[in-house]
């Protein structure tokens, strides 16, 4: 039996394990797919831990994606998020990848969103806000990021390709002549807001947010109602485990039964 997890604190809200249960359901692989909550200043060992037990694969998040870059070999895409979120042990060294990009573009594509030649508007500077970026910016788009801390932004920008930083005053104008807005922020999670106004939307974008919790956040519902093409945070968290799923077997994943496992907890 092959064993994969999730590293992370807390990891008990999590809906990784489901979605990838129902995946080696599905192939009928000798698998399954554990959580581990190791303290926070336990990262490294815990790595090295899963190393020596024979762990497959693992899954990263809060608070040690960028703890677990010092006992890693980050590929190139990692390396320039700067934080991992999936481990592959197959190799003679722990690999580090970031999935987080790879599965936004395809929850993108999957709506048949064109992202060659866009111009993306991405508001968030964290985490979530770097992978997007990198992954629009590779695939061809040109970005503005946009953020409350605005020098969060510039700083970001300068190490994306064709990317600009600004402070959110300059979101309305910046969203009013773009073609694809994601939401890297965690606005709308816990309260009604949204972190663009309504008024600067329009039919003409296609708008995803990061945000799944709700699914139906304030952004999306004022941009379904301008006519916008709209993208639930469930189907960047469902591709970034399908990268991570793929990574690991070498195998297709089954994506619609992992996105019906998904949602079904949501």
Request: aromatic fraction near 4%; charged fraction near 20%.
């Amino acid at each position: 039996m092959q064993v994969f997890g999730l590293l992370g604190n807390p990891v008990g809200h999590s809906l990784s394990p489901p979605m990838h249960e129902a995946a080696y359901d599905e192939l009928g692989l000798d698998a399954r797919y554990v959580t581990f909550e190791p303290e926070p200043d336990d990262a490294e060992a815990a790595v090295c831990g899963a190393d020596a037990l024979g762990i497959a694969g693992l899954n990263v998040t809060i608070p040690f994606k960028q703890d677990v870059l010092s006992v890693v070999d980050p590929d190139p895409m990692a390396e320039r998020i700067g934080a991992v979120n999936t481990i592959d042990f197959s190799g003679t060294e722990p690999t580090g990848h970031n999935t987080d990009a790879t599965g936004a573009m395809r929850a993108l594509r999957d709506h048949d969103v064109p992202i060659d030649g866009a111009r993306a508007v991405v508001v968030g500077a964290g985490g979530a806000g770097r992978a997007v970026s990198f992954g629009l910016a590779d695939a061809g788009a040109t970005v503005a990021i946009a953020n409350r801390t605005e020098s969060k932004a510039t700083d970001l920008a300068e190490a994306v390709p064709d990317a600009s930083g600004h402070g959110l005053a300059d979101l309305e104008s910046l969203v009013a002549d773009a073609d694809v807005l994601i939401n890297a922020t965690s606005v709308g999670m816990e309260e009604d807001a949204t972190p663009v106004p309504a008024e600067a939307l329009h039919g003409e974008l296609a708008v995803m947010d990061a945000v799944y919790r709700p699914l139906e956040t304030r952004l999306l519902e004022d941009a379904a109602a301008v006519g916008a093409t709209t993208v639930d945070g469930a189907w960047m968290l469902l591709y970034q485990g399908v990268e991570a799923f793929e990574l690991w077997t070498g195998r297709d994943a089954p994506v619609d039964e992992m996105n019906e496992a998904l949602r079904s907890r949501l």
